[in-house]
Nanobody, 127 residues
């Protein structure tokens, strides 16, 4: 069964850091595009970043560029979202997502291009 499991969320003060993990099972994350999204209460889901197959491309939303970094550990089949200089407006439930195996998608896929989603992990940044 193909599954994504996020972890690493929590409560942090403004300016702090957190690292989110997205562990894949049943397939290799190296063979798909993985994305991070977030959704704050009362707001639409927002795209955060996208990492292409085998690290072919890496894109970030302007709102997190320079503060967030995505990496992948192929041996652990895990993608990470390192979040630094966190702001209260970063508060949201964060989701990781993955496309199908070697799906041909643009560097910034649409939400509908992702076939698999994690359950989400809450990130709360206090001021």
């Amino acid at each position: 069964q193909l599954q994504l499991v996020e972890s690493g969320g929590g409560l942090v003060q403004s300016g702090g850091s957190l690292r989110l993990s997205c562990a894949g099972s049943g397939f290799s994350l190296n063979d798909c595009t993985t994305g991070w999204f977030r959704q704050a209460p009362g707001k639409e889901r927002e795209w955060v970043s996208a990492l292409g197959q085998s690290g072919g491309s890496l894109e970030y939303a302007d709102s997190v560029k320079g503060r967030f970094t995505v990496s992948r550990d192929s041996a652990k089949n895990t993608v990470y979202l390192q979040m630094n200089s966190l702001k209260p407006e970063d508060t949201a439930v964060y989701y990781c997502a993955a496309t199908n195996f070697r799906a041909r998608v643009p560097p910034v896929p649409r939400s509908g291009d992702y076939a698999y989603w994690g359950q989400g992990t809450q990130v709360t940044v206090s001021s």
